[in-house]
């Protein structure tokens, strides 16, 4: 079956008329979101450094770096504000094919129709078709993209940035293809071991992909041409699903209930500032240590049962040296962190926060334990179960199937205004009532920059 026409085409077709209300809501609350994430990430030492590199090259353009008050050219503008979607690991994403769509797709769709002077319906479009192109392809390998060393927010990602650019340039279904091909060709690697390393590098990678799906449909726009086919492959086995992944993809889930089902309808959105396999964990010690509270010095021990995915992306520990990426990623220190802190956000993502020396040793008394029963559910459920033995002999557990913002646990639009109100910090309140109320009549925008202005 050729998987990334029938993908192409219906990326190509998608109308904002044709979208049911639900749909159209979501790709306004993934923008909302979106914005929340930019803020946030604002306050990293790494996402800084980031942005005084690009601005160091003096490009020339007219493409804002959202919430920091200059402009550069079409691509190093979506670098920024992908990385900025990503770097504070509060992005949404998809449980089915573990990306964050979002962090690639929103800012090459912006990008684009910051250029073109587009309005807020074909954005929408836009962002439809590229969650569509970006988890489609995840789904289909997933989890064995990952467990082949690749991230697929980065590979996956560029996909959704190439449809989602595509649509805005009015892109037929064969130019598509073309994009799509040339995405495939042109994506990031994103080596699964700079995240398991702790490397700072990682929060590049949805802007890696958003610059890098920019220059896919740019190419196609002009005649350059990719496989129609880059997908799935030939008879050659030169297919990315394939040569990505570290056992045979499921191409079907490519094309299963396409135009019945958006996979935008399946994204998460997150309360807390960590990798989405730690929120079982973390909402259940939040709860604990909301109905108890606790000194960190009355508890023994505390051992965290989940998935295996889980114990082994995210069950190691952290030191005083450690990267904020390794805390983002290590449920002994998330525990421990909302055990002291009693939240998990940006402030406990700091190089200080991080380096204290009681949260470390707090930390040292998680252990990690792959469930063989949490297992079995998986991925429908993203079980957690903390159990907290205190050294009065008192046993404190609690378990947690389906965490906060899930389709099934949904968080509302009121509470990512909220969250976007909170990551703003100190910046202008009405100012960011304004943004969120704008994003969420997102299809009366006449031009993006009505709402980019004001980021």
Known sequence: MEYTKKLAAFCSSISYDSLPP???????LCVLDYVANVYGSLELDAVAAVIAYIKSLNTQGQTPVLGCAFKTDLHNAAFINGTTAEAIESQDGVR?????PGTAVIPAALAVAEEMDLNGKQIIEAIVAGYE???RPSAAMHPWHTLGGFLPTGTCGTFGAAAAAGRLKGFDADRMASALGNAAYVLPISSAEALMGGYTIKIVQG???ASAGLMAAGLAAVDVTGAPYAIEGSELNGGFAFITTAADPNLEKITEGLGEHYSISDVYFKPYTACRHTHGAAQATLELQAENLMN?????KIDVYTYGIAQLAVGKGVSEESTFVSAQFSIPYVV???LSDGELAASQLTEKRIADRNLIALSKKVEVHADEQLEKVY???????????????KNLINQIDIPKGDPRDPIRADDISKKVKRFAGDRNQNRIDDICDRILDLE???HIGEITRLI
């Open 22 to 28: 639900d749909i159209v809501q979501m790709a306004k």
């Open 96 to 100: 089915f094919g573990g990306n964050h």
């Open 133 to 135: 192109a970006a988890n």
């Open 207 to 209: 802007g890696q992909a």
């Open 296 to 300: 960190p010095e009355d508890i023994e």
């Open 336 to 338: 421990a962190v909302c």
């Open 379 to 393: 991925p429908d459920k993203t079980s957690s179960r903390v159990e907290i033995s205190l050294k009065n002999g």
């Open 444 to 446: 009366n925008i006449e």
